[in-house]
Nanobody
Framework: QVQLVESGGGLVQTGGSLRLSCAASGSIFRRYAMGWYRQAPGKQRELVAAITSGGSTSYADSVKGRFTISKDNAKNTVYLQMNSLKPEDTAVYYC???????????WGKGTLVTVSS
């Protein structure tokens, strides 16, 4: 069982920055792709950014050039650096771990990001 704990959410003004962290239980990054998803009120959960076990990254078009996903294998932590935040980035952000062979998924409980205009 993989446990994921997000932190770093909060209230920020338009144009500001936040860094989200997701701490994983155990050394899972060699077998799991990690992703950040978000869900705004009344909307479906969407993939924001992902990083594979090999370190390849991908981003939703809406956040390209503003958000950066990274991971620290020694700390079992994945990060989402969010810059130039916009009100439409307001959502609950969830960390996801996806076993790259078995496709077993785990989710964190989420952290709320609110961007004020």
């Amino acid at each position: 069982q993989v446990q994921l704990v997000e932190s770093g959410g909060g209230l920020v003004q338009t144009g500001g920055s936040l860094r989200l962290s997701c701490a994983a239980s155990g050394s899972i990054f060699r077998r799991y792709a990690m992703g950040w998803y978000r869900q705004a009120p009344g909307k479906q959960r969407e993939l924001v950014a992902a990083i594979t076990s090999g370190g390849s990254t991908s981003y939703a078009d809406s956040v390209k050039g503003r958000f950066t996903i990274s991971k620290d294998n020694a700390k079992n932590t994945v990060y989402l650096q969010m810059n130039s935040l916009k009100p439409e980035d307001t959502a609950v952000y969830y960390c996801n771990a996806d076993h790259e062979v078995l496709h077993v998924y785990y989710w964190g409980k989420g952290t709320l990001v609110t961007v004020s205009s």
